[in-house]
C-alpha cells in the first residue's frame, strides 16, 4: 500500500488498460479459449501475464512489422514452448481476434469516474497507452470521461513505447511540471520501468494480469490490487 500526500503533485499520468479501462476479463476469456481450441498445457497465471504483454506489443504494429517481429516476441514465451513457429502464430492471431472480440463489451473499472472527477479538480490529468491514441480516445468518449485529460499520448505519438520514459517526459514537457511533481499509474512491469526511468512517482495496481510478485520486485511507491484504491493512496 502506501500513500501519496496530493499536496506535492501537480499532474498524474494514467495508463489505459488494467487502470482505467478493464481488460483483464477479456484476455482471461481469450487464453482460455486458446488453450481449450490448441488443447495446450499451461499455467493460466502464467500465460495471462504472457499474453498480456504479447497482445500489449503486437497491437502497437501493423502487420507487416509483426510478422517480422514475431520470432522475437514469440520466442521467449513459455506459453508456446515446444511448438512450431507456425503453430505459435496460428495461436497469436487466434488469441488477438478473440481478445479484440471480447474487449469490445470490457467496463471501466469501479470507482472510475468519481475518482477523475475529483482528481480533475485538484491536478492535470493524463492517458499514456501503448495502444493507439484514437484507441484511447473511443474508450474515452464511450465513457465520457475524455473531459477530465488534456493529454492523450499512444504508441503513435512516440519514437518508443513503454518502458522507454518518453511518453511521460513528453506529458511533462507538455505540461511543464517536474518529474518529482507527477505520478504515473499503471498495471504492468513495464509500467513501473518506464515510471521508475522518468523518475515520477509509480503507483502500480495489481489488477491481474502481472503477476503481483513481478511488481513487488520492482519496487513500485505504491502497489495496489484495484484502481478503487487509488482514492484511499491520494486521499480524496
Ligand atoms: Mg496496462
Known amino acids: 500500500m502506501g500513500t501519496i500526500d496530493l499536496s506535492t503533485i501537480k499532474g498524474i499520468i494514467f495508463d489505459l488498460d488494467g487502470v482505467i479501462y478493464d481488460v483483464g476479463p477479456s484476455i482471461r476469456k481469450a487464453v482460455q479459449d486458446g488453450v481449450e481450441k490448441y488443447k495446450m498445457k499451461v499455467d493460466l497465471d502464467n500465460a495471462l501475464q504472457e499474453v498480456a504483454h504479447l497482445l ?29 513457429y507456425f503453430k505459435k502464430m496460428r495461436i497469436v492471431v487466434f488469441l488477438f481476434n478473440q481478445f479484440n472480440e471480447y474487449r469490445k463489451s470490457a467496463k471501466l473499472f469501479e470507482g472510475i469516474d468519481g475518482l477523475l472527477s475529483s482528481l480533475s479538480k485538484k491536478v492535470k490529468l493524463a492517458v499514456l497507452t501503448n495502444n493507439k491514441s484514437t484507441y484511447a480516445e473511443e474508450i474515452l468518449d464511450k465513457y465520457n470521461i475524455s ?26 514537457n507538455k505540461w511543464n511540471v517536474k ?5 504515473f499509474i499503471g498495471d504492468m512491469t513495464s509500467d513501473i520501468l518506464a515510471g521508475k526511468a522518468a523518475n515520477v512517482k509509480v503507483v502500480s495496481v495489481a489488477t491481474g494480469l502481472a503477476k503481483k510478485n513481478a511488481l513487488v520486485e520492482l519496487n ?12 484511499t493512496v491520494f486521499n480524496i
Open 179 to 183: 518529474n518529482n511533481n507527477a505520478v
Open 147 to 172: 473531459k477530465y485529460f488534456d493529454v492523450i499520448i499512444g504508441f503513435n505519438d512516440v519514437n518508443e513505447n513503454k518502458p522507454s520514459p518518453e511518453g511521460i517526459l513528453k506529458i511533462l
Open 56 to 84: 500489449e506489443d503486437v497491437q502497437n504494429y501493423p502487420l507487416p512489422q509483426i510478422i517480422l517481429n514475431s520470432y522475437t516476441l514469440l520466442k521467449d514465451a513459455s506459453f508456446f514452448k515446444g511448438l512450431s
Open 220 to 231: 513500485p511507491d505504491v502497489l495496489i490490487d484495484e484502481p478503487k484504491e487509488l482514492k
